[in-house]
C-alpha cells in the first residue's frame, strides 16, 4: 500500500465515486489507483444504508459495526479484539491495493484510530494522527496490543 485515507462516510464515497466513468468512457475516468476500504458503521443504526462493494478498483471491504465508545456501554458496540484481528488479516490480505480507505461517520475518531495504525503498521509515521487529540485511543491500545500478541504467537511458533 501507497497510502491510507482517513474519511468520513461522504469523503470516502466521493473518493470511491471518483473512479467511477461512463460505458465506452474509460479515458474519462477518475482515480485509476486500486483500493481496499475498512467502512467502520455505527451499531446502533445498523449501518448508513449502503455498502461498498469489490469491482475492478475496489480489492477488498471489510465492514466492522462498531460504537465511538472507549468502554461497555449499553446499547451500543465496543471494539474487540476479534475485530483488531480481522483488521490485521484485511491489511495483510490487501497489501497490492495501492490505498486503504479507511472511514466511519465524521472521519474523526474511530478511523483516525485504524488510520494511524494502519500507517505504522505498514512503517510509516503516524504522529499526525495524534496531534490534535480527537482519536480513539482505545481503538488504537486494541489494535497495538492484537498485533503485538500476534507477533509473540509466531515467535512461540503456534
Given at each position: 500500500?501507497?497510502?491510507?485515507?482517513?474519511?468520513?462516510?461522504?469523503?470516502?464515497?466521493?473518493?470511491?465515486?471518483?473512479?467511477?466513468?461512463?460505458?465506452?468512457?474509460?479515458?474519462?475516468?477518475?482515480e485509476?489507483?486500486?483500493?481496499?476500504?475498512i467502512?467502520?458503521?455505527?451499531?446502533?443504526?445498523?449501518?448508513?444504508?449502503?455498502?461498498?462493494q469489490?469491482?475492478?478498483?475496489?480489492?477488498?471491504?471489510?465492514?466492522?459495526?462498531?460504537?465511538?465508545?472507549?468502554?461497555?456501554?449499553?446499547?451500543?458496540?465496543?471494539?474487540?479484539?476479534?475485530?483488531?484481528e480481522?483488521?490485521?488479516d484485511?491489511?495483510?490480505?490487501?497489501?497490492?491495493?495501492?490505498?486503504?480507505?479507511?472511514?466511519c461517520?465524521?472521519?474523526?475518531?474511530?478511523?483516525?484510530?485504524?488510520?494511524?495504525?494502519?500507517?505504522?503498521?505498514?512503517?510509516?509515521?503516524?504522529?499526525?494522527?495524534?496531534?490534535?487529540?480527537?482519536?480513539?485511543?482505545?481503538?488504537?491500545?486494541?489494535?497495538?496490543?492484537?498485533?503485538?500478541?500476534?507477533?509473540?504467537?509466531?515467535?512461540?511458533?503456534?
Amino acid at each position: 500500500m501507497k497510502r491510507v485515507l482517513v474519511r468520513s462516510v461522504r469523503g470516502a464515497f466521493e473518493y470511491v465515486i471518483g473512479h467511477y466513468y461512463c460505458f465506452g468512457k474509460e479515458d474519462a475516468g477518475g482515480e485509476p489507483d486500486s483500493y481496499a476500504v475498512i467502512s467502520i458503521q455505527d451499531s446502533h443504526m445498523g449501518g448508513f444504508g449502503f455498502a461498498f462493494q469489490e469491482n475492478q478498483f475496489c480489492k477488498g471491504v471489510l465492514t466492522l459495526y462498531f460504537d465511538d465508545i472507549v468502554t461497555e456501554t449499553a446499547d451500543a458496540v465496543l471494539f474487540t479484539d476479534e475485530m483488531a484481528e480481522q483488521i490485521l488479516d484485511f491489511i495483510a490480505a490487501h497489501k497490492d491495493a495501492e490505498t486503504l480507505l479507511v472511514h466511519c461517520y465524521a472521519g474523526e475518531s474511530r478511523s483516525r484510530a485504524v488510520g494511524a495504525f494502519a500507517v505504522d503498521l505498514l512503517g510509516g509515521d503516524n504522529s499526525a494522527y495524534f496531534a490534535d487529540g480527537r482519536m480513539n485511543t482505545y481503538i488504537y491500545d486494541v489494535l497495538e496490543n492484537a498485533w503485538v500478541m500476534r507477533q509473540l504467537r509466531r515467535l512461540d511458533g503456534e
